[in-house]
């Protein structure tokens, strides 16, 4: 049972993207475009080149970060829609440090990178706290941390770091992620270091779930407070860590934007959807570090796929956000899926 | 003679196993029959069957001599066939009728006609002396009450066999009792019934006929008036039962948990144990008996760091354990078996493995520097699966897939295996067959052996009085006597347990 659990795991996202995307065949047919060229071009748009190359990481990276924190909370039995207001104070913090302090590379850019962390950290440590003591529903919470984190930081940009501009100036040099090694390989496309930072996140959220005591009590947690309370584990403090590192995550992936591929922040007119996109990310990876990179590839890909589809096919670029949001209609419709294929097991034996 | 409903040679299965295998179930008119077998035997997939949510492979089924074809719920509705289901399917804030009448009501242009529904469920609950209120609101009645609800749906919607799902396991004796008497004056009105249960004292009161599934197989039907418990026992589990545990006298020594007015409120600020005092001595085993809801919840929760206490003291060993957290009581001493396993026993989304060392994972060989080391925490797992019969396909299956008595198994094992001075067993037995009890109760005693103190909190009366070496019965949050159980009987101690004193002996059963 465990190993067919297993397969299907594996199986239900794969099945669900093919669906995805011949599903997204039919609706160009049906709008009278051309599937197969709308297809070549999102292929081209991904990995044409190299320069094109470079900018499906670029995109990959917060993608990345958004749906491990995604991933981590919802292990631990908590819905995390904050981490797109955790990216926005994240961002901010990255670049805040990157212009205020004046330091050499080694100090400065891992401050500034940490101060992403505390300010997602401190971010996911509101709706926590409210969850652990007081029971407040930490999807409301943080849905309004969202706004809190929007409009602050658009006043903060507005007026403290500038003077009525919109766009911060550029962070120092010493704070950037930016790598020309990176980008002379790729056509100067704006990839930067971040996806190593990226992968090696990946790489401890799986450690700390797997592999650490307090993995095991956040899991614990999240499956069956009672039993974990009656074992003598601290719930409210499971909870509380839970979302301080979920939103140190998404912190970071603000840093990815704000040291790496723009090196400043702007006011914003509405959401980055780093955070939202996170969702689907996490979704589509089984809330696991391994699937969610693999989810943030494909989504990385898709997104910057799309940008090549009208010029390459004429196709609008909003078909890409139907496949996506197809893609996750089959992953949570996974339900039918599993039946089809149970089905078919049955008939095969 | 002529048989309502027949089963012939059910056969039944599922990938890798066979949950029916041959088994005929005859049901006359007019009868209690009783369906016997151990947890996992089979019985709900029979019933199942019966009720149209499975097929099965081979077999037939025959209702008043016809042979039918039953895939769904609502033809065995219609054939006039009713369950009651262990796990009560009510709407809480709806009332009795509304329950009743729910996905069949009777309508008035368009509007349902309430009125005409609480007149027929009150005719029905009177006819039959359910003593059920129609308008009364589903949460505002006790669980016995509830459980006449689901039996008033089967009637209300014709039916003339009952199937009743081990339906004493939430009741009191007392609503046990009651329950009996509406079986017998649902069988007067010409209703036949089929009892599910492992329950061998039930089968005996009440039953006609009994048919016994061992393993997924028919073993018999048996007449229940030419037969003992402890046949019936022997054809269930397939060999002979010991059902007065043997046990030494016991060799108390000193006090290892000394509560001395102890005070605890539940969540409504209300006290539930009220100024306790209570001794548990090394090498004893205490008895809690008691009514559910006088305070044994709380006591245990008070103990074991789950619930404040408002004041007293619980002294284990010497030292004032009161209020510490869960984690000190445990690090302090005291193993517990909770009440409640699927609640608080076990992660059940955790391989076994790592439920056995659920208060332990922190401490060294199982981690070092905060890493687990799976290797650690898996050979423990596999030591205590040998050494207490737990029952699973490995280390690494998820509690959730095991049975409930291997699921208890587990629990014990973990406890067991911390070698605490006071081991708390809060209803160890609840929902398990005969051979899962009588693993538990000699595990309990043995630890008594060892010169530990157990402290006992039970429903069953028979259980309490076969293991315990001292009785307490708890009433309204207090002690109200201490007993020796080789003095006492169910007849006395169901009356302390109702609060009233004893005055001599009455006409009291002889206790097994």
Known sequence: MTKSNKLFTILIPIISVLLGLIAGAIIMLFSGYNPILGYTALWNGAFGDAFTIGETVRRITPLLLTGLAVAFAFRTGLFNIGAEGQVIVGWLAAVWVGLAVDAPMVIHLPLAILASLAAGALWGFIPGL????????????????????????????????????????????TASLASEWLQGLTYFSRMHYGIVIALFAAAVMWFIIQRTTAGYELKAVGFNQHASKYAGMNVSKNIILSMVISGAFAGLAGAMEGLGTYGTISIMSGFTNLGFDGIAVALLGANNAFGVVLAAILFGVLKEGAGQMPTGAGVPTELVDIIIALIIFFVASSYIIRWVLLRFKKEGK | MEYVIEMLNIRKEFPGIVANDDITVQLKKGEIHALLGENGAGKSTLMNVLFGLYQPEKGEIRVNGKKVNITNPNIANDLGIGMVHQHFMLVEPFTVTQNIILGNEPTKKGKIDIKKAEREVQEISDKYGLKVDATARISDITVGMQQRVEILKTLYRGADVLIFDEP???????????????????????????????????IMQVCDRCTVIRKGKGI????????????????????????????KPAEPKETVLKIEKLVVNDSRKISMVKELNLDV??????????????????????????????????MLKGKNIKNLSPRKVTESGIGHIPQDRHKYGLV?????GENIVLQT???????????????????????????????TPSEFTKARALSGGNQQKAIIGR????????????????GLDVGAIEFIHTRLIEERDKGRAVLLVSFELDEIIDVSDRIAVMFDGKIDAILKPEETNEHELGLLMAGSQVSGAGESNDKE
Do not use: C, W
């Open chain 2, 281 to 314: 001595r090394a090498g004893e085993i205490v008895g809690i008996a008691g009514v559910d809801g006088n305070g044994q919840t709380e006591l245990v929760e008070a103990i074991t760091g789950l619930r404040k206490s408002e004041s007293g003291s619980i």
């Open chain 2, 168 to 202: 004493t396991a939430v009741l009191t004796p007392q609503e046990i009792h009651e329950l009996i008497e509406i079986m017998q004056s649902l069988i007067a009105e010409g209703k036949s019934i089929i009892l599910i249960t492992h329950k061998l004292k039930e």
């Open chain 2, 220 to 247: 018999g039907t048996v007449d229940v008036a030419d037969t003992s418990v402890s046949r019936l026992a022997s054809l269930m589990v397939g060999r002979d039962v010991v059902f007065k545990t043997e046990k």
């Open chain 1, 130 to 173: 409210l969850k652990a003591k007081l029971g407040v529903h930490e999807v409301i919470v943080t849905i309004m941390m969202n706004y809190i984190a929007l409009y602050s930081v658009n006043e903060i940009v507005r007026s403290v770091l500038t003077e009525q501009e919109t766009t911060t100036d550029a962070i120092a040099p």
């Open chain 2, 348 to 352: 059940l989304d955790y391989p076994v």
């Open chain 2, 415 to 430: 406890e067991l295996d911390r070698s605490p001075d006071l081991l708390i067993a809060a209803q160890p037995t609840r």
């Open chain 2, 361 to 391: 994972y922190y401490q060294k060989p199982f981690s070092k520097a905060a890493i687990l080391n799976y290797k650690e925490i898996y050979e423990k797992a596999k030591e205590i699966i040998e050494e207490f019969d737990v029952r």
